[in-house]
């Protein structure tokens, strides 16, 4: 096919979605609140048609053959993207996804201290407390303004000071978490992200889902139910969209996925569309209101209709109802220091720093730890950054230039946030 057919069909896109997404504030949360359920269940209703029964037990992964192929197809489409875009161009390097940051901010995450015993795990002990670091992004894999980007917003939470051995050795004390403002991944599988890769190296990764003869319909109307202007990222709901394991129970593996719920009460509105707007949101929010989420966890109870290698199918709330476990509470704060913007660049998240008992599941997460990886470590490369791992006590707003001289100040004489 002629490489001017998907060029025109991403021309077509980058000029149409932003223009349409500036007409949200008329009626989008009416349409969310009407329209995106039922119009879910029936895409679900085709996606599920096509989840072959593989036989599998309740938190049981199927690796298959080709997993290797397309994660090193992938990760090398992504690190080729950044040796173009940064190195190349003599640039500072960002991530190849969840690329621009809306802000980087300090809180806790809180353990419910009446947590019954069949949902306590490692991490999970009634009242225990983590610092954590919170990164609230956008998509990629370019940083754009607000409007311009695909709508779908990311979260990524580093937990500190957290015993144990972890299932990755460059950090000895942090587990990560992350989610999207979706519950499904922009792909299935791995096979099908490497084509979605290629394309977002040749330029027009609209045609992944456009092009009829290898055609993603319904993961891009999955993808558009969530796709939005959102008002603020301290407003919306994040879900990992892939599995998790949580422990055992009676001798068998539990697979979860988890969902970050704010507590919202009156929404807050977009005032305008300035190319950082998001940003300036969450400026407003804390600097007069806390902020919390609700972190709950949701059961996998049918191998069949709750897949662990398809990150396309939504797992039924009705089923397995999500079961808050802990909150993630972030204080009032001043965020927008140079060096802590240069600081959420340097460190990495990667569902992979994290406990035995809370492995990641799935091909999209077996991948990950090796995308990841290699991604993180070119663009610190590329930056002359060295890999940190946080400690919370981090000083950002003595003047320091970047992330490396933030991690080594006084915190006896420079508190790091307002409460």
């Not at 002359?384 to 000083?395: A, F, K, L, M, S």
Request: proline share 7%.
């Amino acid at each position: 096919m002629k490489r001017w057919i998907p060029h025109l069909a991403q021309a077509t896109t980058d000029f149409t979605i932003p223009r349409l997404r500036r007409l949200d504030p008329l009626y989008r949360d009416q349409f969310d609140r009407l329209l995106r359920g039922p119009l879910e269940a029936l895409v679900q209703g085709f996606i599920r048609m096509q989840q072959p029964h593989e036989g599998l037990a309740l938190g049981e992964e199927n690796l298959s053959e080709d997993e290797i192929d397309h994660t090193r197809d992938i990760t090398d489409s992504m690190t080729r993207f950044l040796s173009r875009e940064y190195r190349d161009k003599a640039r500072t390097a960002e991530r190849a996804g969840n690329t621009k940051t809306y802000g980087l901010v300090l809180g806790t995450f809180k353990v419910d201290p009446d947590l019954p015993t069949r949902l306590q795990t490692a991490l999970f002990q009634p009242g225990r407390q983590y610092r954590a670091y919170i990164r609230f992004a956008g998509p990629g894999p370019r940083v754009v303004p607000d409007i311009e980007d695909n709508g779908i917003l990311s979260i990524g939470i580093k937990l500190m000071g957290v015993p144990g051995r972890k299932l990755m050795e460059d950090e000895q004390f942090t587990v990560d978490l992350s989610g999207i403002s979706a519950p499904t991944f922009t792909t299935p599988n791995v096979r099908e992200n490497a084509k979605l890769q290629q394309q977002l190296l040749l330029g027009t990764p609209a045609w992944y889902f456009l092009n009829p003869l290898d055609s993603h319909y319904l993961d891009m109307f999955m993808q558009g139910l969530y796709a939005r202007a959102y008002n603020n990222p301290l407003e919306a709901t994040y879900h990992s969209g892939v599995p998790y394991l949580y422990g055992r129970e009676k001798g068998h593996n539990r697979a979860i996925k988890y969902a970050l719920i704010p507590r919202i009460g009156q929404p807050s509105r977009i005032r305008r569309f300035s190319d950082n707007y998001l940003r300036d949101a969450m400026t407003r929010t804390l600097a007069r209101t806390p902020v919390v989420f609700d972190f709950a966890i949701q059961f996998q109870t049918d191998p069949v209709s709750m897949p662990i290698e398809n990150a396309a199918v939504v797992w039924s709330r009705r089923a397995s109802p999500f079961i808050t476990v802990a909150t993630l509470e972030i204080p009032c704060q001043r965020f927008d220091y140079p060096a802590q913007d240069a600081f959420a660049r340097q460190i990495t998240i990667n569902p992979w720093h994290t406990l035995a008992t809370h492995r990641p599941l799935g091909n999209q997460n077996r991948a990950r730890r090796a995308i990841y990886y290699a991604t993180s470590r070119m663009r610190q490369a590329i930056n002359q950054e060295r890999h940190v791992e946080p400690t919370g006590d981090e000083i950002f707003n003595t003047g320091a230039g970047n992330g490396t001289d933030a991690t080594a100040a006084d915190t006896s004489t420079q508190p790091r946030v307002s409460q």
